[in-house]
């Protein structure tokens, strides 16, 4: 089974930290995406990577960075952050290039910036 | 053009119901559509995909109906079971971009009553 872990389930930040969440993935999959959750808005995608080193901006890239270093692992990285980023993160991959590659999530990450 | 709008926001079934959610979109050019199933605490997890080439896809109680001319899809969940209780999210593959990143309605909550 496919497995996609994240590095914390909850977490609890104050406006202008630097936060990290990390992904990892165990299928040596090609694709890694950054989607957030907010109630009625649906998921929407802020990065995602095709390859090491290599990062798309989604929909909703600003406050955003990101880093895939190696294959497995895949970063989100919010420099500065503010309230407006409390949200449920979501980490997912998929496998290569093709048409109808299934993405398979983590659990999430609920981040509250007081 | 690169929105897919899903209804209803929430709906109430009862148990040995059918439950349908529909979606539209507006760009043609989308050329897979998944439908994905959320139970709280958990990500999201692919339930059910169609191509835009076929009208019907059914997979046990849950069926696809797509609609190429009139740009929709819907779910059609058949004797609907208090298990089936979860938010559903439609969503299009975005097409000529690499790592097959998706684009997500906003999501139906369904509650079944037993």
């Known amino acids: 089974d496919v497995k996609v872990t994240q590095s914390s389930r909850y977490l609890v930040k104050r406006t202008g930290e630097k936060v990290f969440l990390e992904c990892v993935q165990d299928?040596?999959?090609?694709?890694m995406f950054w989607y957030r959750q907010d109630p009625g808005l649906g998921l929407r995608l802020i990065y995602f990577s095709y390859d090491v080193k290599m990062k798309e901006k989604g929909d909703i890239p600003e406050g955003y960075s990101v880093s895939r270093e190696k294959k497995e692992r895949f970063s989100l990285i919010l420099e500065s952050a503010s309230t407006n980023q409390t949200s449920m993160y979501l980490c997912?991959?998929?496998?290569?290039?093709?048409?109808?590659?299934?993405?398979?999530f983590g659990p999430g990450t609920r981040l509250l910036v007081l | 053009q690169q929105q897919v709008k899903q209804s209803p926001q929430s709906l109430i079934v009862q148990k040995g119901g059918i439950s349908i959610i529909n979606c539209a979109y507006e760009n043609t050019a989308f050329d897979y559509f998944p439908w994905y199933q959320q139970f709280p605490g958990k990500g999201p997890a692919l339930l059910i995909a169609i191509r835009p080439d076929v009208s019907e896809k059914k997979e046990g109680r849950f069926t696809i109906s797509f609609n190429k001319s009139a740009k929709q899809f819907s779910l059609h969940i058949m004797d609907s079971q208090p298990g089936d209780s979860a938010t559903y999210f439609c969503?299009?593959?975005?097409?000529?971009?690499?790592?097959?990143?998706?684009?997500f309605g906003k999501g139906t909550t369904l509650s079944v009553s037993s």
């Open positions: 997912a991959s998929s496998l290569g290039q093709g048409v109808g590659e299934t993405q398979y």
């Open positions: 969503a299009a593959s975005r097409p000529n971009q690499a790592g097959t990143a998706l684009i």
């Open positions: 299928m040596d999959h090609e694709n």
